[in-house]
């Protein structure tokens, strides 16, 4: 028998309002984004991650749809746009965004197929973290009895392991329990010092 993964819920985002032209490189207002975010000034983050990514630069095209997002309400809506951007762009993140708001109806219909697909296309663009994870999750919980889901799905939650997302370690750690115990207890220990307490629990002697 399979294990039972339960989809995880991606994080979310805050707020942003129109800047003028600048003359400064897209990478330079990237970099005084971070600084302002870090420094707890969200709305001026968001601003100049916008701007850049008006100037094309994808990564802060989904940077500044994020900190949009984290507003919640009608600004899940006002996000979709530039993740759209982000994920044209090339950031598999954006993509990832698209496919999670498809998943739960959050600024988007609900629509499990096309989150499936933003989800695939996440994966393939880089974004290891949540859209390989996302993507796996969903195609065993649709077939959780099939091996080649499973197949599938493995390398992807190894992979997603390997940048830290620690559901992904214990997803890898339970399907290979039966079949590689020694690659599951290295799964099942990342997944506790990730944070994840069923991997603590499984891990312990």
Known sequence: MWPALV???GCAPRAAAPAGPLSQSPEDL?????????????NQAADLWLDACRMGHATSCHDGAWVIDNNGGWAER???????????????????MLGLKHQWGRGLPQAPGLALAYFRLGCE??????GCFQYATMQVNAAPENPDAWAEAMPLF???CSVGNGQACLAFALAAEGTDPEAAARARARAC???????????AP
């Open 78 to 96: 006002l996000s979709v746009p530039w993740f759209r951007r982000a994920c044209d762009g090339g950031d598999g993140r954006g993509c990832s």
């Open 7 to 9: 989809l995880a819920i």
């Open 193 to 203: 010092e990730l944070g994840v307490v069923e991997g603590c629990a499984l891990a």
């Open 30 to 42: 990237a970099a005084e984004a971070s600084a302002a975010f870090a420094s707890g000034d969200n």
């Open 125 to 130: 663009r880089g974004d290891a973290h949540l």
């Open 158 to 160: 190894e992979r997603s």
